[in-house]
């Protein structure tokens, strides 16, 4: 059982920066992938971002070129580092881990004033 928690959400404002961390309980090395999603008010869990384990990279086409997901597999932690964020990135950003089964964390809000 891996566990998932996130941290490193707030607030801030329209074109600043903000960077999520991911710690799983796990190692992280043996995971398929590790993601990002995110779920904003009155919507449904969307894609953000993933990371598979030899490292390839892949994000949804609204946070390209603004968004950046890593790993430090010693750390067992995931990182997405946010840039240049909008009011439309406000959401509860959840940490998913791929293996045998997926694995999701609480969840760690962020809210971008315009």
């Known amino acids: 059982q891996v566990q998932l928690v996130e941290s490193g959400g707030g607030l801030v404002q329209a074109g600043g920066s903000l960077r999520l961390s991911c710690v799983a309980s796990?190692?992280?090395?043996?995971?398929?992938?590790m993601g990002w999603y995110r779920q904003a008010p009155e919507k449904q869990r969307e894609f953000v971002a993933v990371?598979?384990?030899?490292?390839?990279?892949q994000y949804a086409a609204s946070v390209k070129g603004r968004f950046t997901i890593s790993r430090d597999n010693a750390k067992n932690t995931v990182y997405l580092q946010m840039n240049s964020l909008k009011a439309e990135d406000t959401a509860v950003y959840y940490c998913?881990?791929?293996?045998?089964?997926?694995?999701w964390g609480k969840g760690t809000l962020v809210t971008v004033s315009s």
């Open positions: 796990g190692s992280i090395f043996s995971m398929n992938a």
């Open positions: 998913n881990g791929r293996g045998s089964v997926d694995y």
């Open positions: 990371i598979r384990r030899l490292g390839s990279t």
